[in-house]
């Protein structure tokens, strides 16, 4: 196994939607509820012992370019192993029945889980080049460092860089037709980067809107980033000085 597995305790240990609120956006219209928990996901802090599992940027960060940029907030839009996708699968997996449970207050009518799991807009998507996930990244409240723990700054997140980084599965939103997770990046570190190989994603969104924003769950559609070349990954080096930075 590429990570350490987790006990149940450090499972639930990550949300405590029990105690959530449900709240409404000031902007825009919608709702969310904030994740009470202040656990950092143990499972993606863990480094990887085989360094061919770890995740990797798909697209530069800093992309002033794309519209949809925010610069307080950057999408950062991760390949990620197996394991790694299905343990937040299971994480969005639980957040259904929340959402189901919840669905007159989020909602303003009750819905049946068909109609849930049609409204979901997921972070997590899966294409012929791998697994991948969307998070956001607080620039002022993010700890980015280079392997040998030498600060950087989100200009140094490019693509086809591996990372480790430490999640947060900060909230569910929801607006009218869809709802969705926010996952937020609390801590990365970037690693050495990997060689160009294959063609990357070929720019077409899948026409549900990127609305997990913090401020604002009214429908915008996502644009993806323009240009640019997916990479596979190589061998890479995994300094001993790494280990424990982003503990």
Not at 76 to 102: G, H, N, S
Not at 105 to 127: D, I
Request: glycine share 4%; proline share 5%.
């Amino acid at each position: 196994m590429p990570y350490n597995m987790l006990t149940q305790d450090q499972i639930n240990a990550e949300t405590n939607w029990d105690a959530a609120v449900v709240k409404q956006e000031k902007k825009g219209g919608g709702c969310r509820m904030n994740n009470p928990s202040k656990s950092i996901a143990s499972f993606s802090s863990n480094l990887p012992r085989d360094a061919q599992a770890r995740p990797v940027i798909e697209f530069d960060v800093h992309n002033p370019q794309n519209k949809f940029y925010n610069a307080k907030r950057p999408d950062v839009t991760l390949r990620i192993p197996d394991a790694f996708f299905e343990y937040l699968q299971l994480r969005q997996d639980d957040a259904k029945a929340v959402v189901l449970a919840q669905s007159a207050q989020l909602f303003g009518r009750e819905l049946k889980m068909e109609s849930v799991e049609a409204m979901l807009s997921s972070p997590l998507k899966v294409s012929a080049y791998g697994n991948s996930l969307r998070a956001k990244l607080r620039i002022d409240d993010c700890k980015i460092a280079h392997e040998n723990g030498q600060p950087c700054d989100v200009k140094d997140l490019l693509q086809n860089t591996p990372c480790t980084v430490a999640l947060k599965l900060s909230s569910i939103w929801a607006n009218s037709n869809q709802w969705g997770l926010q996952f937020q990046i609390k801590k990365i570190m970037i690693h050495e980067r990997v060689a160009v190989d294959l063609d990357f994603y070929d720019g077409e969104s899948d026409g549900k809107s990127n609305s997990d924003d913090e401020d604002d769950v009214s429908s915008e559609p996502e644009e993806p980033p323009t240009g640019g070349k997916r990479k596979t990954a190589v061998k890479q080096r995994v300094s001993k000085k790494a280990k424990g930075l982003l503990n």
